[in-house]
């Protein structure tokens, strides 16, 4: 019979409060608002591994939450291996937790200890080492996200890395290799370049990111070597994990189809508001996929996105819609709690799976807006989320306060996929959005953003890459450029 938790040494949270809000209802507003900032999935194969940075979340949670955003949350993984490099402890082996279960301010993470403890008793290379868990942020860190986006329960085997040594790398990935299948999921937890400047930390994290996704343990190694000899100024290392990173490319390299792919990267430069550009720490995003399981269950990718000839929202459809905005954005702004949903009499159309922005105006001003395109969860939840986003976490406002909500209008922009154009003659002013994406940029405008700013095409275009993508004027010029169409309502609307 299993123990209960009250029987185990369940590890307590050691840097909840300062790497990431200490309250579950900040906690779960900081990941929602993460989330709607996220890169979509990029890849319709199975995830088999996630590469995850383990800063703050001010610094390095949206690339975080852009490389959970690659898994399918609806799935039931067996087993979910957490792999972080120690800060902290230093010896030849892995810890294994055994001793109990991860907490977190958003509950318990249950240790497959069943696992755990074959692994310890099975290969010398994996002990328990109190230390090695105690103040050690790489895992822990991991575990709201997962929290977050799993939408099934899942167990976790925490696995800190104690060793320099290569050798013994290859002993860890040999004794994890068996487990390394679309029934688990592996998630490896690394910054990268710690300490250059802004301008050094994308170049040589870009070597170091080429060099994983080769899937080349050696040119890993290789390319560290190389990096730590180019005399950059403040470089103390180009990638901090690299031996949870070369474990996981000790397996992977003699499986066959197996796929490294960039996500999104960023560097601590970029943080809104903290990003000092002259010492940086640089944080990548990247999933691995096995090209040869081809796709997932047929029910979980399905494109459900609307299409404009057969989707359309009656007017109580919108009301449902407004309603669970407003009695969101009220009682989280007024109690800093997110209200349940009671399903039950919702049409097909507000359970689809689309994305979705909503927008604040107060006093006919704009008051905060955010969206998210992935057409990975239903209508009405993302709805919710972003209500809770748009009222407190638009980083050009402060939160919505108690006695602005009789104030505020709220407007709900339901779209449509995005669709890739050549040619900017195929935006119609008005009609169209844009989302504009360049390396690890991107940003977007509304369609309604044309017709209230009355600006031209050309004004259109680059404000979007200036003000909201942040690559200059003329950055459209030579960057991926997606239309979208917009199916628009408000309260000021309704109400007329």
């Known amino acids: 019979m299993q123990n209960s938790y009250k029987e185990l040494n369940n590890r307590e949270p050691v840097v909840a409060g300062q790497f990431y809000p200490g309250r579950s209802d900040e906690l779960s507003a900081e990941l929602i608002k993460l989330f709607s900032e996220a890169e979509e999935k990029k890849s319709k194969e199975e995830i088999l591994a996630i590469i995850s940075p383990h800063a703050g979340y001010v610094f390095s949670g949206s690339v975080a939450a852009s490389s959970f955003n690659q898994i399918n949350p609806k799935k039931k993984y067996k087993t979910v291996f957490v792999i972080g490099s120690s800060h902290r402890t230093s010896f030849d082996g892995a810890s294994i937790y055994n001793k109990g279960n991860y907490k977190t301010p958003l509950g318990m993470v249950e240790v497959d200890l069943k696992i755990a403890n074959n692994l310890i008793n099975k290969y010398d290379v994996f002990k328990y080492n109190a230390g090695a868990h105690e103040y050690e942020h790489s895992i822990e ?4 996200f997962l929290q977050h986006i799993i939408e099934t329960e899942f167990k976790i085997v925490p696995i800190v890395v104690a060793t320099q040594s290569p050798e013994t790398c290859k002993q860890i990935s040999k004794a994890l290799a068996p487990y390394f299948n679309a029934d688990n999921l592996f998630i490896i937890s690394t910054d990268f370049s710690h300490y250059p400047s802004y301008e050094e930390a994308c170049k040589v994290d870009k070597y170091t990111a080429d060099a994983i996704i080769s899937n080349n343990p050696d040119n890993l190694l290789s390319t560290l070597k190389k990096n730590s000899q180019l005399k ?23 499986i066959a189809d197996i796929k490294y792919f960039p996500v999104e990267y960023k560097n601590s430069g970029d943080a809104p508001y903290y990003g ?9 995003s990247i999933a691995v996929a096995k090209e040869a399981e081809t796709t997932l269950p047929e029910n979980t990718m399905k494109s459900k996105n609307p299409k404009k000839k057969d989707f359309e929202l009656t007017k109580k459809d919108k ?3 407004l309603d669970i905005a407003r009695n969101t954005i009220e009682e989280y702004v007024t109690q800093k709690n997110i209200p349940a949903i009671n399903t039950k009499d919702f049409s097909q159309n507000i359970l689809i799976n689309t994305g979705a922005f909503v927008t604040l105006h107060k006093n006919g001003k704009l008051r905060g807006c955010i969206g998210r395109f992935e057409p990975d969860i239903e209508l009405y939840k993302v709805v919710q989320n972003m209500s809770v ?6 980083y050009r406002f402060g939160p919505v306060k108690p006695d602005e909500l009789k104030k505020i209008d709220i407007e709900i922009s339901v779209l449509t996929p995005l669709k890739k154009i050549n040619s900017i003659d195929e935006i119609e002013l008005g009609k169209h959005g844009i989302y504009i994406k360049k390396d690890y940029k991107s940003g977007t405008f509304l369609p309604q953003v044309a017709t209230q700013t009355g600006w031209t ?9 200036d ?9 459209w010029k030579d960057a991926e450029l997606y239309i979208y169409e917009a199916l628009i309502f408000s309260e000021h609307e309704m109400n007329q």
């Open 141 to 144: 860190v991991q575990l709201p």
């Open 232 to 254: 950059i100024s403040n470089l103390a290392t180009s990638l901090c994990g690299w031996t949870s990173v070369l474990v996981l490319m000790n397996i992977t390299e003699d």
């Open 276 to 284: 000092d550009k002259s010492r940086v720490v640089g944080y990548y």
């Open 319 to 321: 009301k449902t819609l």
């Open 389 to 394: 986003s748009a009222a407190t976490r638009d």
């Open 457 to 465: 095409l050309e004004e259109f275009l680059g404000h979007c890459s």
């Open 467 to 475: 003000d909201k993508a942040g690559i200059g004027w003329n950055g």
